[in-house]
């Protein structure tokens, strides 16, 4: 079994991070994926029947678009950063800007401040057009440096 470091040398090298996405049961569950080919990492939520909080409209849960902008926001920390951990949320804020139609959503963070124990990223959800997000967040995580 390959260490997080060896890992994530890994995917940086060859520039596939789905292998470590896989490896999360959550994310497999959710169909989130990511992708690197633009030179940015970018989440993706796979539309799927059990995404749909309200039917009647119909609209993504709540939930399954936090989802998506938390593992976004971590992902990016492990696409950036030089950590020896997986990054551990201290808190999330997500703004709820629009429904989230059943299609599939995508995100992409920035990581806003990296200190050495805390790092702050924000993201956005958006579907179709990324101009037009339908949620954002703020989060803060710990991280712990390679030494």
């Known amino acids: 079994m390959k260490s997080l470091a060896d890992a994530l040398a890994e995917a940086r090298q060859t ?30 939520l796979s539309y799927a029947g059990h ?12 939930g399954a678009t936090a989802a998506l902008l938390e593992f976004s926001a971590a992902f990016q920390l492990l696409f950036e950063a030089e950590t020896a951990i997986l990054p551990k949320t201290i808190n999330i804020t997500v703004a709820y800007l629009r429904s ?12 806003t401040k990296h200190g050495r124990r805390v790092a702050a990223v924000h993201v ?24």
């Open 15 to 44: 520039g596939n991070f789905q292998g470590l996405v896989d490896e999360v049961p959550y994310a497999r569950f959710m169909g989130i994926s990511v992708d690197v080919s633009s030179g940015e990492l970018v989440g993706k």
């Open 51 to 62: 995404l749909v909080g309200n039917p009647v409209l119909p609209a993504l849960h709540g």
């Open 100 to 111: 989230g139609r059943p299609i599939d959503t995508f995100a992409r963070g920035v990581v």
């Open 124 to 147: 956005e959800a958006w579907q179709e057009e990324r101009a037009r997000p339908i949620a954002s967040a703020h989060a803060h995580f710990l991280i712990e440096p390679v030494t």
